[in-house]
C-alpha cells in the first residue's frame, strides 16, 4: 500500500530548494533528517501554510522551520488496521514505513482511505470546522464515499487541506448517530486519479477520521462491509 522510497534532506536545505525536489520525486513529502534523533515531515501544505500565506521567500527559509514534527514510523510488515490506528491517534496524516529501522516508504491515510474500497452512498451529514477544538457553525454535507478510516464529502463550504472538522452522520439500518473527528487531506495528482471522484458541481474532500473509537470504527466497518457490492469491481 505505501509508496516505495523515500526523499530525505538536511534541516538546512532552503524551502525552495525542497519544493523543487518535492515536484521532481513526486511523493506526498520529504523525511527531513535535521539531528541524528530529531527528525521532521516537510508536506505541500506546510509550504501553503507556513510560508506563502505568511509572506515570506522560500528561498530565505529552512525546512526545518516549518517542517511538521513528530513523524511517526511503523514497520513494513504490520497489518494495515495498526497503520490506521496510528493515525487515528497521532492524528497524523502520513507515516514513515520502515525496514530494520532504515526508511523505505511512505503511508498515507489517502493509501488507507483507498483501500480496502470505500462503499459509495448518499448519507447527509454535517460538517463543522473545529477552532481551538471547539465545532463553529454546522454546514450541510454529503458522504459519497465512506469506510472505517475515513470518507469523501460533498460541500458547498470550502475546506482547505490540514483543516480539523467535527462530522455528524447517521447510516442507515444504524439506531445511533456518530460524531467523528477528522482531517481534510491534500488532494494532489498523483492520488485524485486513484479516489475516481464523481463528477459533481459540489467540492469534494477527503476526510482522515481522527480519535475514532474502536466501537464506532466497528460499527462503520461492518455497515460498509454490508452495504458495498458483493461482486468484484474491475473496472
Known sequence: M??????????????????SLLEQEHMPCLLV???????????????????????????????????SRP???????????????LMMSSGSPILIVTKEEQPVGVLTARDL????????????????????????????????????VGAMVQSPTLLLPGTKVMVNFSLPELPAPLTVNGTILDDNEQTSSLSKKPVSATPSVDVQFTNLSP????????????????????S
Open 33 to 67: 533528517k535535521d539531528t541524528d534523533t530529531r527528525f521532521g515531515l516537510m508536506t505541500p501544505t506546510d509550504i501553503v501554510k507556513k510560508v506563502v500565506a505568511q509572506g515570506l521567500h522560500p528561498d530565505e527559509i529552512e525546512v526545518r522551520a516549518i517542517m
Open 215 to 234: 466501537a464506532d470504527q466497528s460499527r462503520i466497518k461492518a455497515w460498509v462491509l454490508q452495504n458495498s457490492p458483493k461482486a468484484t469491481d474491475l
Open 113 to 148: 482511505i483507498l483501500s480496502p474500497k470505500r462503499c459509495h452512498t448518499r448519507v447527509p451529514a454535517t460538517i463543522s470546522v473545529l477552532d481551538e477544538n471547539a465545532p463553529g457553525a454546522q454546514h450541510q454535507a454529503i458522504i459519497v464515499q465512506l469506510s472505517h
Open 2 to 19: 505505501m509508496t516505495p522510497g523515500v526523499v530525505q534532506i538536511p534541516g538546512d536545505v532552503s524551502v525552495a530548494e525542497a519544493a
Open 71 to 85: 513523524v511517526q514510523f511503523i514497520e513494513y510488515d504490520r497489518a494495515a488496521d495498526e497503520a490506521s490506528t
